[in-house]
Structure formats: structure tokens, C-alpha cells
Nanobody, 119 residues
Framework: VQLQASGGGLVQAGGSLRLSCAASGRTFSMYNMGWFRQAPGKEREFVARITSPSGSAYYADSVKGRFTISRDNAKNTVYLQMNSLQPEDTAVYYC?????????????WGQGTKVTVSS
């Protein structure tokens, strides 16, 4: 699975962005999809996750109520709608695909897209 994240950019505080992560291959629907972020000088942290096949969504407390993760299996794409952005949301955002095959965890990362929120 190859992942291509896009949609980052510069936005003012209070603004919105929608990130997209397009996946290659025909098994996208089998994968749980997630978004992580890494701010300068900090460790990568979990942002949101959407499971397969149920489509259940989970969020970090810091983004709950502001961000929404969704997926379109027909387009092999996962989205992250980010509203009410704050300067502390500034980071490189990465998408991740994972699934459990028997006892083996298959996990793949995208290249990241940079989000900068100005105050």
C-alpha cells in the first residue's frame, strides 16, 4: 500500500482545512486508517482513526469536536476535515494504514503534508 497525503497549507487561526490521503491498491477497504501529526521538536502523536469495516472513528482529546475523519472506499481515500484550527495544530500530518493479517500487523505511512496555523 502506498499513501499520498495532500491538502496541507497555511491558514489563519479559526480557519479550516481538509486533508486527503489517497491509497494505491485494491485492498484499501480492509485497512484501518489514521492520521498522526508531528510538530517541530515533538514526537509524532495520534490525531484520529477510522476502522474497517465498521467505520468507527476515534479522536485525540485535543481535536475532538473540531476534526472529523472519514473515508471513501470507492476512491481509496481517507479525509481529515479540520475546523477551528489553532496555532497548536501546526505540524506535519501523516496518514497511516494498518491491518492485522493473522498475527502480523501490516502498517504503512504516507509522506506527510504540512499544516501551518497562524495566530
Amino acid at each position: 500500500v502506498q499513501l499520498q497525503a495532500s491538502g496541507g497549507g497555511l491558514v489563519q487561526a479559526g480557519g479550516s482545512l481538509r486533508l486527503s490521503c489517497a491509497a494505491s491498491g485494491r485492498t484499501f477497504s480492509m485497512y484501518n486508517m489514521g492520521w498522526f501529526r508531528q510538530a517541530p521538536g515533538k514526537e509524532r502523536e495520534f490525531v484520529a482513526r477510522i476502522t474497517s469495516p465498521s467505520g468507527s472513528a476515534y479522536y485525540a482529546d485535543s481535536v475532538k469536536g473540531r476534526f472529523t475523519i472519514s473515508r471513501d472506499n470507492a476512491k481509496n481515500t481517507v479525509y481529515l476535515q479540520m475546523n477551528s484550527l489553532q496555532p497548536e495544530d501546526t505540524a506535519v500530518y501523516y496518514c497511516k494504514a494498518d491491518r492485522l493479517g493473522g498475527s502480523i500487523l501490516y502498517a504503512y505511512w504516507g509522506q506527510g503534508t504540512k499544516v501551518t496555523v497562524s495566530s
